[in-house]
């Protein structure tokens, strides 16, 4: 699947079927977030991949946002160096990573946004650290409809030269 096709046909998939991600599968989503461009090749994130069925199901309870976390069989924290940029890096690297996830038929789902100090200790994360989203990995439990969405108008969010003038 290429980059657009991914790009518009992903959803976020929230319950999970009961299989693993295969290791070469999961090193290809990391890596894809590892290859992530960074502002000025900081590269300010790490990231923790979990497969720990206890550490899941604890994770899903530090994060309110993030109880399905419990019943996916992958999930990847991204860490991050307090850095001027690393939030707008680490959010480009989840999202490398998930749409390689996506190309590969696994679906996800982020959980969280900073302010995650819960998370720290259960995955050994540095106090001078903040821990950006625990992103959830797995085969989508039903068919995902790709590519339905309801997303508005592209004329009503895209701009041409100047804010307010029709793109289209």
């Given at each position: 699947?290429?980059?657009?096709?991914?790009?518009?046909?992903?959803?976020?998939v929230?319950d999970?079927?009961?299989?693993?991600?295969?290791?070469?599968?999961?090193?290809?989503?990391?890596?894809?977030?590892?290859?992530?461009?960074?502002?000025?090749?900081?590269?300010?994130?790490?990231?923790?991949?979990?497969?720990?069925?206890?550490m899941?199901?604890?994770?899903?309870g530090?994060?309110?946002?993030?109880?399905?976390?419990?019943?996916?069989?992958?999930?990847?924290?991204?860490?991050l160096e307090?850095?001027?940029?690393?939030?707008?890096?680490?959010?480009?690297?989840?999202?490398?990573?998930?749409?390689a996830?996506?190309?590969?038929?696994?679906?996800s789902?982020?959980?969280?946004?900073l302010?995650?100090?819960?998370?720290?200790?259960?995955?050994?994360?540095?106090?001078?650290m903040?821990v950006?989203?625990v992103?959830?990995?797995?085969?989508?439990?039903?068919?995902?409809?790709?590519?339905?969405?309801?997303?508005?108008?592209?004329?009503?969010?895209a701009?041409r030269?100047?804010?307010?003038q029709?793109f289209?």
């Open positions: 699947m290429d980059a657009y096709e991914a790009a518009r046909t992903a959803l976020a929230r999970y079927q009961d299989k693993p991600v295969p290791a070469d599968v999961v090193r290809r989503i990391v890596e894809a977030g590892r290859l992530t461009g960074s502002s000025i090749n900081g590269q300010p994130w790490h990231f923790i991949v979990v497969r720990d069925r206890d899941l199901r604890r994770l899903a530090a994060i309110g946002s993030g109880p399905f976390i419990a019943d996916a069989p992958l999930a990847i924290a991204v860490a307090r850095t001027q940029y690393a939030v707008s890096d680490g959010s480009r690297a989840i999202q490398s990573m998930m749409l996830a996506w190309s590969e038929g696994v679906g789902n982020w959980a969280g946004f302010g995650m100090e819960a998370v720290k200790p259960l995955l050994g994360i540095p106090k001078n903040d950006l989203a992103v959830a990995f797995g085969y989508p439990a039903r068919p995902a409809g790709k590519g339905v969405k309801r997303r508005k108008a592209l004329a009503e969010v701009h030269e100047r804010f307010g029709p289209a």
